[in-house]
């Protein structure tokens, strides 16, 4: 069964249509389908649990064999619905919109019950329809509001029953909000909007963009999680997810890399000893000349990565070589030089995470383009700097891919680092290092038991060795208390990757009895299924025929059963999944 994505090419208000795919497989959803609106995907609406329109102006016909789908049992999510399937469901719209509008997820039903109830932001105007005249035995799911704190009446989400079926609708395009949050504001890029040092970030994006009232909000994850809430809620059959981590026990991690910065070589060595006494691995970028280049020669790095270290590139746009030099129109020159520096003298695997020297960027997503093509799958250059210190610059903590302003998506993972190590934070960590230890565990333990995403931190050696061990020490040990793994952002990567390409299919439930195919390879030799569960009670389940552990585990209002998968991590398996509720 699974769920059907329909999306209209071409149409300029499908732009960021396909793109809510890659937002529902962020969330895990791994049975979907994504099809054009046409006779084909029209005939086979009832062939799926639920369908999700995305942002499309299809004409009457189409509009009408909808809601007569849903009339007859059918359930249907509509992100930001054109104005004629608006009035066909039964909804009365005011002709006006809202910008740019927050949402405030409410209390009171299930579907906005476990994500918090403050105002989030959506950069894009939100429709308005009026409170007075919508459909007997709706329900407001989120309220519309004009700014952080000014509410309005109008509803942002409902939830309505229509003949025998339901459906939930979005007033405004949920994929685009969750794109903008996370990459920032386009209009700025090649601007240094910071105001401060000639590197050109990506943090320039988000300048007068994210709101600082609320940047301890991982704002796009919470859009994310109504739109999973709302499958959750009308789906005719629960779906099924692929758990963030490979392991249950594991509710949130540290991601762990390093900045070069032509460190000595007691700094590397204490870093990476002092990271291996907390039972985890970092990934450390190296610097690469041209004028002048790092201590970690190939041998020494040979002997690191046989201690389950990793090692990618620093990319330096700032090098004397490019005095005065745009950063734009020498990036791309670099990124290639250095792979092909790399590839040739430091052999073994390929660089698949990176972070460059202050933070060089280019463009809004040309960066990540270049990365796609040799071969880079995360990226960990947003930083939450300065004031966003240990906050969600890019409303989230899960990797997500990258989205063009046409609605190309990238296959590089954007990866908020939230937590470093630099000139910036160097008085703070200095003066105060148990302080800001203790508030970021308090950022884990929050993950740990509410948002589920991992905490991204940079140390770099020279750093580590001169003033922040204290401060990253005491992190490593909150981590190993609080049963957060420590993972180098290669394996991460790994990982991240592999859970995208993972398979779930043929999922079908029977008398309470829930089966499904998981297919993929794993680099730790494991994934975790998530099903959602109706009843508290633990199922049984196994893999293959063979009984596996079960626990149950709270997720944003809902109750799933977590199993695990063993998979191998080399080459494709398929494995089935049975789960007794
Ligand atoms: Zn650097």
Same mark, same amino acid.
């Given at each position: 069964?699974?769920?059907?994505?329909?999306?209209?090419?071409?149409?300029?208000?499908?732009?960021?249509?396909?793109?809510?795919?890659?937002?529902?497989?962020?969330? &895990?959803?791994?049975?979907?389908?994504?099809?054009?609106?046409?006779?084909?995907?029209?005939?086979?609406?009832?062939?799926?649990?639920?369908?999700?329109?995305?942002?499309?102006?299809?004409?009457?016909?189409?509009?009408?064999?909808?809601?007569?789908?849903?009339?007859?049992?059918?359930?249907?999510?509509?992100?930001?619905?054109?104005?004629?399937?608006?009035?066909?469901?039964?909804?009365?719209?005011?002709?006006?919109?809202?910008?740019?509008?927050?949402?405030?997820?409410? =209390?009171?039903?299930?579907?906005?019950?476990?994500?918090?109830?403050?105002?989030?932001?959506?950069?894009?105007?939100?429709?308005?329809?009026?409170?007075?005249?919508?459909?007997?035995?709706?329900?407001?799911?989120?309220?519309?509001?004009?700014?952080?704190?000014?509410?309005?009446?109008?509803?942002?989400?409902?939830?309505?029953?229509?003949?025998?079926?339901?459906?939930?609708?979005?007033?405004?395009?949920?994929?685009?909000?969750?794109?903008?949050?996370?990459?920032?504001?386009?209009?700025?890029?090649?601007?240094?909007?910071?105001?401060?040092?000639?590197?050109?970030?990506?943090?320039?994006? !988000?300048?007068?963009?994210?709101?600082?009232?609320?940047?301890?909000?991982?704002?796009?994850?919470?859009?994310?999680?109504?739109?999973?809430?709302?499958?959750?809620?009308?789906?005719?059959?629960?779906?099924?997810?692929?758990?963030?981590?490979?392991? =249950?026990?594991?509710?949130?991690?540290?991601?762990?890399?390093?900045?070069?910065?032509?460190?000595?070589?007691?700094?590397?060595?204490?870093?990476?000893?002092?990271?291996?006494?907390?039972?985890?691995?970092?990934?450390?970028?190296?610097?690469?000349?041209?004028?002048? !280049?790092?201590?970690?020669?190939?041998?020494?790095?040979?002997?690191?990565?046989?201690?389950?270290?990793?090692?990618?590139?620093?990319?330096?746009?700032?090098?004397?070589?490019?005095?005065?030099?745009?950063?734009?129109?020498?990036?791309?020159?670099?990124?290639?030089?250095?792979?092909?520096?790399?590839?040739?003298?430091?052999?073994?695997?390929?660089?698949?995470?990176?972070?460059?020297?202050?933070?060089?960027?280019?463009?809004?997503?040309?960066?990540?383009?270049?990365?796609?093509?040799?071969?880079?799958?995360?990226?960990?250059?947003?930083?939450?700097?300065?004031?966003?210190?240990?906050?969600?610059?890019?409303?989230?903590?899960?990797?997500?891919?990258?989205?063009?302003?046409?609605?190309?998506?990238?296959?590089?993972?954007?990866?908020?680092?939230?937590?470093?190590?630099?000139?910036?934070?160097?008085?703070?960590?200095?003066?105060?290092?148990?302080?800001?230890?203790?508030?970021?565990?308090?950022?884990?333990?929050?993950?740990?038991?509410?948002?589920?995403?991992?905490?991204?931190?940079?140390?770099?050696?020279?750093?580590?060795?001169?003033?922040?061990?204290? !401060?990253?020490?005491?992190?490593?040990?909150?981590?190993?208390?609080?049963?957060?793994?420590?993972?180098?952002?290669?394996?991460?990567?790994?990982?991240?990757?592999?859970?995208?390409?993972?398979?779930?299919?043929?999922?079908?439930?029977?008398?309470?009895?829930?089966?499904?195919?998981?297919?993929?390879?794993?680099?730790?030799?494991?994934?975790?299924?998530?099903?959602?569960?109706?009843?508290?009670?633990?199922?049984?389940?196994?893999?293959?025929?063979?009984?596996?552990?079960?626990?149950?585990?709270?997720?944003?209002?809902?109750?799933?059963?977590?199993?695990?998968?063993?998979?191998?991590?080399? &080459?494709?398996?398929?494995?089935?999944?049975?789960?007794?509720?």
């Amino acid at each position: 069964m699974g769920m059907l994505i329909l999306t209209q090419p071409g149409n300029r208000a499908n732009t960021y249509g396909p793109y809510a795919a890659a937002v529902l497989k962020a969330e &895990g959803f791994a049975d979907l389908d994504v099809q054009p609106i046409g006779p084909e995907s029209l005939g086979r609406l009832n062939d799926y649990d639920v369908v999700i329109l995305t942002p499309s102006l299809p004409r009457r016909a189409v509009v009408e064999r909808i809601v007569d789908y849903v009339k007859a049992g059918g359930r249907l999510i509509a992100l930001r619905p054109s104005r004629l399937l608006a009035v066909e469901l039964g909804l009365a719209p005011t002709d006006t919109a809202a910008f740019p509008a927050y949402v405030r997820p409410l =209390p009171g039903n299930a579907i906005s019950a476990g994500v918090p109830h403050e105002s989030i932001q959506t950069h894009l105007p939100v429709d308005n329809y009026e409170p007075l005249q919508l459909p007997e035995g709706t329900r407001e799911i989120a309220r519309v509001y004009l700014d952080a704190e000014v509410e309005t009446s109008y509803p942002a989400v409902l939830h309505m029953p229509l003949g025998k079926g339901q459906a939930v609708v979005f007033g405004y395009d949920l994929s685009q909000a969750v794109a903008l949050i996370r990459q920032g504001n386009p209009s700025h890029q090649g601007w240094r909007t910071l105001g401060f040092g000639n590197p050109y970030r990506p943090n320039d994006m !988000y300048s007068g963009h994210l709101d600082p009232r609320r940047m301890h909000l991982p704002q796009a994850d919470m859009h994310a999680m109504l739109l999973g809430n709302a499958i959750n809620a009308i789906a005719k059959h629960p779906q099924p997810r692929l758990w963030y981590y490979d392991s =249950p026990e594991t509710k949130s991690m540290v991601v762990l890399d390093s900045d070069d910065d032509y460190s000595p070589l007691e700094a590397f060595e204490a870093l990476m000893d002092s990271v291996e006494a907390h039972n985890g691995h970092i990934s450390i970028y190296l610097m690469l000349g041209p004028s002048k !280049y790092t201590i970690a020669t190939p041998e020494r790095v040979e002997g690191w990565r046989a201690r389950g270290h990793s090692f990618g590139i620093h990319h330096n746009a700032f090098d004397p070589q490019y005095v005065n030099e745009e950063q734009d129109a020498v990036m791309e020159e670099i990124v290639r030089r250095d792979t092909d520096y790399f590839r040739e003298h430091y052999g073994g695997e390929t660089v698949i995470a990176n972070r460059n020297h202050c933070l060089g960027w280019k463009g809004y997503v040309d960066l990540p383009r270049i990365y796609e093509d040799v071969g880079v799958v995360l990226d960990t250059n947003l930083l939450s700097i300065r004031h966003q210190w240990l906050q969600y610059t890019n409303g989230s903590g899960h990797p997500g891919k990258f989205v063009d302003t046409d609605g190309e998506i990238i296959e590089v993972f954007q990866q908020l680092t939230q937590a470093y190590d630099d000139a910036s934070v160097k008085a703070q960590l200095s003066s105060n290092p148990v302080g800001e230890a203790k508030a970021t565990r308090q950022v884990m333990l929050e993950k740990k038991e509410r948002y589920f995403s991992p905490l991204t931190m940079l140390s770099h050696p020279v750093s580590f060795y001169t003033y922040s061990s204290a !401060y990253q020490n005491q992190c490593w040990d909150y981590a190993n208390e609080l049963g957060l793994p420590i993972w180098s952002a290669f394996e991460w990567a790994d990982f991240v990757r592999a859970r995208d390409q993972a398979q779930v299919s043929q999922s079908a439930w029977n008398n309470g009895s829930f089966s499904c195919t998981v297919s993929g390879s794993s680099p730790s030799g494991s994934f975790t299924l998530m099903v959602p569960l109706h009843n508290g009670e633990t199922p049984r389940a196994s893999v293959d025929g063979e009984t596996v552990d079960v626990t149950l585990q709270d997720a944003y209002g809902y109750t799933y059963a977590l199993v695990p998968v063993p998979i191998s991590s080399n &080459g494709a398996e398929s494995r089935q999944v049975v789960v007794q509720t």
